[in-house]
């Protein structure tokens, strides 16, 4: 499109020292100044001309100028006010014609709820590295519409999310996040790509939601289990479950009710495996 451009390193500078802005660290303020990994993320997510696209922590522009080309609608979450103030006017600027597709809500990604207009179904973000995996389970929870996405993350919290059983960094994050979908990771960020450059790599993280694996279990039972397990990773499951279950005698119950062996570990279960004992927890209390 003619009148639309992205912006550029100089461009991400202009607009940060117009607003007087100093990036700030506890909001994980690093914005993206390579255009060509902005084109990779919208690529990477398969946007379509007929989809809504949730994106969180828009920042500076960067990433909504790159998405507003591809989708029918941006809605755009940022928790800055006055970034969240400035956004509109980014556009309206570096792409004059594509404004009336952007909305955007100031607030807390990882509590809003009831986001307006038609159902979102995409998610493309770069998500703070403080809060990437708070702020997916939260949408993933609360918005069900969204069914795919692409998010960046630090490269550390990316290996978490797509780690597999067994694996020494597999933990909490890993089994809550499988029970909503599928991730993936889908490709390095080197930190050169950043303004400020951070001290971390990052990485790509494509994920695709699927009906939750194993028995049909609540929320609340569900991430119970996986929290008590991993509280004392090292120790057997009768043992870790043991103030959860309300006694390590009732927890090996459970636990052979649901055809999990009472000296594994929590490490080496699946989501579907744990959504198995909180179902067994609740056969057993009828």
Same mark, same amino acid.
């Given at each position: ?5 992205? $912006? ?10 117009? $607003? ?23 690529? $990477? ?33 940022? $928790?800055?006010?006055?970034?969240? !103030? ?12 594509? #404004? ?62 797509? #780690? ?41 993280? !494509? ?71 909180? #179902? ?7």
């Amino acid at each position: 499109m003619a009148d639309q451009r992205l $912006l550029g390193p100089a461009d991400v500078r202009d607009v940060a020292a117009r $607003l007087n802005l100093r990036p700030s660290k506890r909001l994980g303020q690093n914005f993206v100044i390579d255009q060509g990994t902005l084109r990779r993320v919208v690529r $990477l997510a398969e946007v379509r001309p007929d989809e809504d696209v949730l994106e969180v922590g828009p920042g500076l522009g960067s990433l909504t100028l790159a998405l507003l080309p591809a989708a029918r609608r941006v809605l755009a979450i940022e $928790l800055d006010p006055v970034l969240a !103030a400035e956004l509109p006017a980014t556009v309206a600027s570096f792409a004059p014609g594509l #404004a009336g597709r952007l909305e955007v809500v100031t607030a807390d990604a990882a509590q809003v709820t009831g986001l307006p207009g038609d159902p979102v179904t995409v998610l493309v973000a770069n998500l703070p590295y403080n809060a990437a995996v708070p702020v997916l389970l939260h949408l993933l929870d609360t918005v069900p519409s969204l069914g795919r996405g692409v998010v960046m993350v630090q490269a550390e919290v990316a290996e978490r999310m797509t #780690a597999a059983p067994g694996n020494r960094i597999y933990g909490v994050p890993t089994v809550k996040l499988a029970w909503y979908a599928q991730m993936r990771r889908v490709g390095p960020v080197p930190r050169r790509v950043f303004w400020p450059v951070p001290r971390v790599d990052s990485a790509l993280v !494509a994920f695709a939601r699927h009906e939750p694996p194993g028995p049909r279990v609540s929320r609340r039972e569900l991430f119970g289990v996986i929290d008590a397990a991993f509280a004392q990773r090292r120790k057997m499951l009768r043992s870790a479950l043991g103030s959860w279950a309300g006694s390590v005698t009732q927890a090996e119950r459970i636990l052979r009710e649901a055809g999990v062996d009472p000296a594994a570990r929590g490490e080496s279960l699946d989501v579907a495996e744990f959504a198995a004992i909180a #179902a067994a927890r609740t056969i057993i209390k009828s």
